[in-house]
């Protein structure tokens, strides 16, 4: 199936209209307006149909001007903004207001602007980050290396059904020509199915002026070997790429360096990872499923026991099967759950499922306690129910 190209990280930013902090004449030429009808025409040449427009301030006045943006211009696909994640009451009501501007995704903070390195693993940005699970929203990690990628292993083991995309691979020492500790940090992340990473910024990291496809290609090559293209998307960081290059360059550079990956990789980085991870593309969209089952009388308190305290490796296979917003809810003696597939292949997820070792454990605490409904065969389980309506 071709899909869409897709540009996972670009900003925009009016210094007439919200206060950039960290934009001072000392950025040079990052330090005026960009806006949409200056990067419309460079996707146009460079056959990009949407784009992730990401926050460039820890504001809601960014926030806002980005989706005011996304709705102007239908070629945003997405919008990655912010909520004061240290203050999850707050974060509570504005992520309440966000549902309904669709292209509303995900969450992200500046946390390389933040004077301590441990500021994304205080215990109420956890509290705050796990607000976004329940919502299907996803957290971009600036994760500077090295300050902020160790990090990323933290988060993913504490918040596992949390959609965890490390910015611009964590900025490796590209103009070092160095791998490691870097590589190592980026592996070690990896290990976890809810952590994706975005190729992108990486020209800002070589050196400036000679940079091209084989200085980043090393980088890029290491990142696959670790996730997978179907944990990888590419993006420019527009207009930040510009320090050291055009947009039609840094797209055809990291194309390049692409060129020797299957068609399917390449699909996955240049468009599929990104709308089934991001999940806002058309076609991309999730599937609903409801399903029901009977529980023992006898043992509902202890079904919901469990359920109040999922094992983090069981959730993380629920992620890693493309299965979100998965609910469970009981009336009387019978189950009802509610969840949503973003994936390609149903029955070959399913099949991964059955097939993990602690889901199989997990099983063996909950099966007991279920029962077909009345009217079902013995050996039923969760079934199916046609959905007869629904609105978004």
């Known amino acids: 199936m071709t899909t869409r190209t897709i540009d996972a990280h670009q900003h925009f930013w009016n210094l007439d209209r919200v206060a950039y902090p960290w934009l001072t004449p000392e950025a040079g030429p990052l330090y005026?307006?960009?806006?949409?009808?200056?990067?419309?025409?460079?996707?146009?040449?460079?056959?990009?149909?949407?784009?992730?427009?990401?926050?460039?301030?820890?504001?809601?006045?960014?926030?806002?001007?980005?989706?005011?943006?996304?709705?102007?211009?239908?070629?945003?696909?997405?919008?990655v903004g912010w909520v004061p994640l240290t203050e999850p009451e707050e974060a509570a009501r504005a992520l309440d207001r966000y549902a309904r501007r669709p292209a509303f995704r995900g969450?992200?903070?500046?946390?390389?602007?933040?004077?301590?390195?441990?500021?994304?693993?205080?215990?109420?940005?956890?509290?705050?980050?796990?607000?976004?699970?329940?919502?299907?929203?996803?957290?971009?990690?600036?994760?500077?290396?090295?300050?902020?990628?160790?990090?990323v292993p933290t988060l993913a083991a504490r918040l596992p059904t949390l959609t965890l995309i490390i910015d611009h691979l964590a900025k490796p020492p590209i103009a070092a020509r160095e791998m490691e500790p870097w590589a190592s940090q980026l592996a070690t992340a990896a290990r976890y199915p809810n952590v994706y990473a975005k190729i992108s910024g990486l020209n800002t990291t070589a050196d400036p002026a000679t940079w091209s496809a084989a200085d980043?290609?090393?980088?890029?090559?290491?990142?696959?070997?670790?996730?997978?293209?179907?944990?990888?998307?590419?993006?420019?960081?527009?207009?930040?790429?510009?320090?050291?290059?055009?947009?039609?360059?840094?797209?055809?550079?990291?194309?390049?360096?692409?060129?020797?990956?299957?068609?399917?990789?390449?699909?996955?980085?240049?468009?599929?990872?990104?709308?089934?991870?991001i999940g806002y593309e058309e076609g991309t969209m999730a599937r609903r499923f409801g399903q029901v089952i009977g529980v023992k009388p006898k043992h509902i308190a202890e079904y919901e026991r469990l359920h109040a305290a999922v094992w983090p490796e069981v959730l993380a296979m629920i992620h890693a099967c493309n299965i979100r917003n998965y609910s469970i809810f009981r009336h009387e003696a019978t189950l009802f759950a509610y969840f949503e597939y973003v994936g390609e292949d149903i029955a070959a997820d399913m099949a991964k499922m059955a097939a993990d070792p602690k889901t199989r454990e997990w099983w063996t605490y909950t099966n007991p306690l279920q029962e077909p409904l009345g009217g079902q065969q013995s050996d039923a389980w969760w079934v199916d129910m046609v959905e007869v309506f629904h609105t978004g």
């Not at 307006?33 to 025409?41: A, N, R």
């Not at 500021?119 to 500077?144: C, H, K, N, P, Y």
């Open 32 to 79: 005026r307006t960009y806006e949409p009808p200056e990067l419309e025409p460079q996707l146009r040449d460079a056959g990009i149909e949407r784009t992730v427009l990401v926050q460039a301030a820890n504001s809601y006045e960014d926030t806002d001007a980005m989706l005011d943006q996304a709705d102007r211009y239908p070629w945003i696909g997405a919008v």
């Open 107 to 151: 969450v992200r903070h500046l946390i390389h602007d933040e004077a301590d390195p441990d500021w994304v693993v205080q215990e109420r940005v956890i509290e705050g980050l796990s607000l976004l699970t329940d919502r299907g929203l996803s957290f971009d990690v600036v994760a500077v290396f090295p300050d902020h990628l160790k990090h």
């Open 216 to 277: 980043l290609q090393p980088y890029i090559d290491a990142a696959i070997e670790r996730f997978g293209a179907d944990r990888l998307m590419v993006g420019s960081d527009w207009p930040v790429c510009t320090l050291a290059g055009d947009y039609q360059r840094v797209w055809t550079e990291t194309n390049n360096a692409l060129g020797g990956r299957t068609q399917a990789e390449r699909e996955a980085l240049l468009g599929g990872t990104a709308a089934a991870c």
